[in-house]
């Protein structure tokens, strides 16, 4: 065999090879994406989970059982709607002892006093919103500075308006 020769069949068995490479990948990839796609299909892993699934489920408590429970909560509170209105008074109380009265209970400067009707009665006149939102963001009077939020940023808006419900049903 001359060298010409040789070369010859030589690239003819290369193209040949590459031909079979390429023939190869793309049955490999028909082949890989369908396995694939039947492993991912909903229906296989629905019927996956359903024959993996616990056998039994223990529930604690039942779902008819806690509407029972929310309806006689609106029943009790329409009976006794003192109730929440005496926790939420006494969440203003507790907050206003912690934050508000400081301020609030001898005076200190310029602060409307705890039960001062008189002080308060102008105050009230401006409606809660603007009470609540004096309370919340500060609020520079005639009389003085009020701090936001008595300077304890750690309340919460609601904290801060409960106390000033409190100060107010003290001041009626
Ligand atoms: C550092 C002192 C200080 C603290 C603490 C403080 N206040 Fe005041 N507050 C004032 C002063 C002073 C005023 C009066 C401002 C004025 O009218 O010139 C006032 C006024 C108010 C008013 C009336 C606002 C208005 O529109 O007339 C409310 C309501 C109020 N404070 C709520 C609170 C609450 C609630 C807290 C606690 C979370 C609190 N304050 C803590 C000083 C204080």
Redesign the pocket.
């Known amino acids: 065999m001359t060298d010409r020769a040789f070369l010859k069949s030589f690239a003819g068995l290369l193209v040949a090879l590459v031909a079979l490479t390429v023939v190869i990948f793309i049955v490999a990839q028909i082949i890989g994406g369908k396995t694939t796609k039947t492993v991912e299909s909903t229906a296989d892993t629905k019927a996956v989970a359903e024959r993996i699934k616990p056998v039994g489920e223990l529930t604690v408590g039942t779902a008819p059982v806690a509407k029972t429970t929310t309806a006689s909560n609106a029943v009790m509170d329409a009976i006794i709607p003192s109730a929440n209105a005496a926790g939420a008074e006494d969440k203003g109380k507790k907050?206003?002892d912690a934050?508000?009265m400081?301020?609030?209970a001898a005076g200190?400067?310029?602060?409307?006093k705890l039960g001062d009707k008189a002080a308060w009665a102008a105050?009230i006149a401006?409606g809660a919103d603007?009470?609540h939102t004096?309370?919340i963001k500060g609020?520079q009077?005639?009389?003085?500075?009020?701090?936001p939020?008595?300077?304890?940023m750690g309340?919460k808006d609601d904290d801060?308006k409960a106390?000033?419900d409190y100060?107010v049903s003290q001041a009626k």
């Open positions: 907050i206003y934050t508000c400081a301020c609030h200190v400067a310029g602060a409307p105050r401006q603007t009470l004096h309370a609020f009077g005639k009389a003085g500075m009020m701090p939020k008595g300077g304890n309340l801060v106390a000033v100060m």
